[in-house]
């Protein structure tokens, strides 16, 4: 067991820390790739928002509706309404506005890395020639940087302000090589900057009395106190001492611009992150191959070399190279823990992000992988949708009012509940908006009440055609002017009979809907609005009497084949596992242009409340 | 604040937010690839698409947990899908004694070496070996994410196991690395 373990250690060793940069050119691609799909968006932007208005324009239209039941006059009002609220919209929505406030933050940020990758450059060259250096030959690098940073001017040194946190044994040596070559720091302007910590080891005292480089501990104002609190595990303090720490070298910057500037310099710690890796990596393959962990207990020895420009300008030019030096075993930690904090100080200035997003990463191992991995499991969205779907289905209308007869206007209607079901299909074009459509069946029926009938020869009901043999006269109670004719056919004795009148109406409704996600996350709310498409395929109209009798009257005559209704709704969604989804969408449909004539003021609606369990593919 | 804001700004798509990802993350994820991957060709190819992936699904990261865990599992993912669709999960022997016995003489390997071993496994050897050895997943889990059972995860763990040990003994012996 101990033995097997041997093999996977050394992988596990190995890896650990491995990292290695990618050829220039997959960024390029990648940007080529970014670009390319950014100026595609534009169409699903405008799409976005057309889809936005229109829904809204639905949900004007259709609230007006609802609001003044009977006249017509109100439409002009419509109209106005929606010029004045679809221009407004635009503005709320886009987007792309957002931007300049952050573009500035990342213009600078930009340039800086800009420069980085020069300075990067340069650590690559020194880690490719020294290749099998002691760990002494990295902390020569201060020295380099100062010459191929574009500047020619030999004098240059002179302006360098070089930084080397903390040695170990390793690293006194190279202290004092680079007292020689940095103490030109005369003009370092930190006078403030050299509140060393108590927990300090003599050994950074040492190196500080050399040249003034620790200020990128000392400076930090924030730095100790925050480390001592939260060592690990806290990103905010964390980036707080990163920017603080290079802060300290443009020097000038430092003083006029204060805190506000070091959310830039954090910002440009991520660019320069890479250098740092490309350091460490060096010397981790190639002096050293030795203890992985020791990143983490903070043996690292990083060495901080900054080049600033003294003459005011507040260019920052600084450069922060990492190089990973030490030999020493990691026992060093146990000396004490004031040490292990300077350190932990150190790396945090020096290596932002890594070792952070690692221990983070490990602490919270347990409880996040499994919500993460279903995240990035997630990750390949699924586009299409198909939902079986079911739907008690409310009819009403908007105003008193009968398709059959303007006669039954008055009479008391009630309006069956049905049922509606069919699929719907769904195809989610960005991650907000999905284009909705499927076949629902539906059936629509009321009642007329207080109404009598009675079966003749020569008359007929409006709207209702005629029947081969006597037609069943449909009037309002007590109208009079009846001659009943007595038929056997249906065994109905001569006579009128009070009863009611049922319509009955069935559909086949294709939907094209838009939705636009107000929330999207395991819990879900859709804006819905659309069209749909109604299909006639059921038509009659019969009678009851209160004794009983039934008989069919006719098809009505003045229904459409085809008419449509608009639809608004809102849908709720949850996702209960990874495909399914449960979905409950109230919809209010109105229908428009059912009736072909003598619509007799009536003005249905239906409310569906769908529900279904759609999966995703 | 930094990466956070970093990460809000990429939502938004800001080309210079997500080239500071990016270079924050590649070193990391490159290596990621590497490991995945049959060759150094083919982990490129692996990160561009996975960036890719990264910035097009970073409006699904809800700043639940470490961003470089959650980018490291797409990445992953994205290779594993990638060889899944490729239908190239190779059909390998999969009864092999679960506990292999498998001790190496750990000394100064380089690692490319290592590199090299692992891409020149069978593509689900190599994926198995990862994902249990270097990034800690259960058997449970690989079988999951690779659609096979448990002791088949088993199994190809100890078959891999053995064929890295075979070359690292085979380089020990002759110390002639066959690498790259």
């Given at each position: 067991?101990?033995?097997?373990?041997?093999?996977?250690?050394?992988?596990?060793?190995?890896?650990?820390?491995?990292?290695?940069?990618?050829?220039?050119?997959?960024?390029?691609?990648?940007?080529?790739?970014?670009?390319?799909?950014?100026?595609?968006?534009?169409?699903?932007?405008?799409?976005?928002?057309?889809?936005?208005?229109?829904?809204?324009?639905?949900?004007?239209?259709?609230?007006?509706?609802?609001?003044?039941?009977?006249?017509?006059?109100?439409?002009?009002?419509?109209?106005d309404e929606n010029t004045t609220q679809t221009p407004a919209e635009p503005l709320k929505i886009l987007p792309t506005d957002k931007r300049p406030k952050s573009d500035i933050n990342a213009d600078n940020v930009y340039d800086r890395s800009e420069k980085s990758d020069i300075s990067r450059r340069i650590v690559d060259a020194d880690g490719e020639s020294k290749n099998d250096g002691p760990a002494a030959v990295e902390n020569s690098n201060p020295l380099k940087n100062s010459t191929p940073d574009g500047n020619a001017v030999p004098s240059r040194n002179s302006y360098n302000k070089g930084t080397v946190a903390y040695g170990s044994k390793k690293n006194e040596a190279n202290d004092t090589r680079l007292t020689g070559t940095v103490n030109n720091a005369q003009n370092s302007p930190l006078p403030n900057n050299n509140v060393t910590t108590a927990g300090n080891a003599s050994k950074n005292e040492v190196s500080n009395s050399g040249n003034m480089h620790n200020s990128a501990v000392a400076h930090n104002p924030t730095g100790p106190a925050k480390n001592n609190g939260a060592p690990?595990?806290?990103?905010?303090?964390?980036?707080?001492?990163?920017?603080?720490?290079?802060?300290?070298?443009?020097?000038?910057?430092?003083?006029?611009?204060?805190?506000?500037?070091?959310?830039?310099?954090?910002?440009?710690?991520?660019?320069?992150?890479?250098?740092?890796?490309v350091a460490n990596n060096k010397a981790a393959v190639t002096t050293n191959g030795g203890p992985i962990g020791a990143i983490k207990t903070g043996n690292d020895n990083?060495?901080?070399?900054?080049?600033?420009?003294?003459?005011?300008?507040?260019?920052?030019?600084?450069?922060?190279t990492n190089a990973n030096s030490n030999t020493t075993p990691p026992a060093n930690v146990d000396k004490g823990i004031s040490l292990t904090e300077t350190a932990i100080a150190a790396i945090d200035t020096v290596k932002p992000e890594n070792e952070?997003?690692?221990?983070?990463?490990?602490?919270?191992?347990?409880?996040?992988?499994?919500?993460?991995?279903?995240?990035?499991?997630?990750?390949?969205?699924?586009?299409?949708?198909?939902?079986?779907?079911?739907?008690?289905?409310?009819?009403?209308?908007?105003?008193?009012?009968?398709?059959?007869?303007?006669?039954?206007?008055?009479?008391?209607?009630?309006?069956?509940?049905?049922?509606?079901?069919?699929?719907?299909?769904?195809?989610?074009?960005?991650?907000?908006?999905?284009?909705?459509?499927?076949?629902?069946?539906?059936?629509?029926?009321?009642?007329?009440?207080?109404?009598?009938?009675?079966?003749?020869?020569?008359?007929?009901?409006?709207?209702?055609?005629?029947?081969?043999?006597?037609?069943?006269?449909?009037?309002?109670?007590?109208?009079?002017?009846?001659?009943?004719?007595?038929?056997?056919?249906?065994?109905?004795?001569?006579?009128?009979f009070n009863g009611s009148m049922m319509q009955k109406t069935g559909y086949v409704e294709v939907p094209v809907e838009m939705a636009y996600a107000l929330l999207d996350k395991k819990f879900g709310i859709d804006i819905i609005g659309g069209v749909s498409t109604l299909f006639l395929n059921g038509n009659n109209v019969s009678v009851v009497s209160t004794q009983g009798y039934t008989t069919n009257v006719g098809q009505a005559q003045n229904l459409n084949s085809i008419h449509f209704s608009t639809n608004v709704g809102v849908g709720f969604k949850y996702r209960f596992f990874k495909s399914f989804e449960a979905n409950f969408e109230p919809m209010f449909k109105y229908q428009v242009n059912t009736f072909s004539r003598d619509s007799g003021n009536f003005k249905p609606y239906f409310i569906g409340l769908y529900s279904g369990i759609s999966f995703s593919f | 604040m930094g990466l956070e804001q970093l990460i809000k700004d990429c939502q938004e798509n800001?080309?210079?937010?997500?080239?500071?990802?990016?270079?924050?993350?590649?070193?990391?994820?490159?290596?990621?690839?590497?490991?995945?991957?049959?060759?150094?060709v083919d982990a490129e190819d692996n990160l561009q698409d996975g960036f890719l992936l990264i910035f097009k699904k970073i409006g699904q990261y809800r700043f639940e947990g470490s961003f470089e865990g959650w980018a490291k599992r797409v990445m992953v993912n994205n290779v594993l899908q990638k060889y899944r669709t490729e239908g190239i999960f190779e059909i390998v022997t999969e009864n092999m004694p679960e506990e292999a016995e498998v001790e190496i003489e750990a000394d100064d390997?380089?690692?490319?070496?290592?590199?090299?071993?692992?891409?020149?496994?069978?593509?689900?050897?190599?994926?198995?070996?990862?994902?249990?050895?270097?990034?800690?997943?259960?058997?449970k889990e690989i079988a999951a994410m690779l659609n096979i059972t448990d002791g088949t995860s088993k199994s190809n763990l100890a078959r891999a196991r053995m064929i890295l040990k075979e070359k690292i003994e085979t380089r020990q012996g002759n110390t002639i690395p066959t690498a790259k």
């Open positions: 067991m101990s033995e097997r373990k041997n093999i996977d250690r050394l992988f596990q060793e190995k890896f650990k820390d491995f990292e290695e940069n990618p050829p220039e050119f997959i960024w390029d691609n990648i940007r080529e790739e970014l670009e390319e799909k950014k100026k595609r968006r534009v169409i699903p932007i405008w799409l976005r928002l057309s889809g936005v208005a229109a829904i809204l324009v639905m949900g004007l239209l259709t609230g007006i509706y609802f609001i003044n039941s009977s006249t017509t006059n109100n439409n002009p009002v419509v109209i690990y595990g806290d990103k905010k303090s964390n980036f707080s001492n990163r920017a603080v720490a290079t802060n300290s070298a443009p020097v000038s910057d430092n003083k006029s611009a204060g805190i506000v500037e070091s959310t830039n310099v954090a910002l440009q710690n991520f660019a320069n992150k890479n250098n740092n890796a990083p060495s901080v070399a900054t080049v600033s420009n003294t003459k005011g300008t507040s260019l920052n030019n600084s450069a922060v952070l997003e690692k221990l983070l990463k490990e602490k919270e191992a347990g409880k996040k992988e499994e919500k993460d991995k279903a995240l990035a499991d997630n990750v390949k969205t699924n586009k299409w949708n198909v939902k079986p779907q079911l739907a008690p289905v409310f009819y009403n209308s908007l105003s008193q009012g009968s398709p059959i007869d303007g006669q039954f206007a008055g009479n008391s209607k009630s309006y069956e509940n049905d049922l509606s079901y069919g699929v719907g299909v769904n195809y989610a074009i960005t991650k907000k908006i999905t284009i909705r459509s499927g076949v629902n069946t539906l059936n629509l029926n009321y009642e007329t009440q207080g109404v009598e009938f009675y079966a003749s020869l020569n008359k007929s009901t409006t709207n209702v055609a005629a029947r081969t043999n006597a037609n069943i006269v449909v009037q309002n109670q007590g109208t009079g002017n009846v001659t009943p004719n007595a038929f056997f056919e249906n065994q109905l004795p001569a006579g009128t | 800001s080309i210079k937010a997500q080239e500071q990802l990016y270079r924050l993350l590649a070193p990391k994820l490159f290596a990621v690839c590497l490991k995945y991957s049959r060759s150094r390997i380089p690692m490319d070496y290592l590199m090299a071993i692992i891409q020149q496994l069978p593509d689900r050897y190599r994926m198995v070996f990862n994902l249990y050895v270097i990034d800690g997943y259960s058997h």
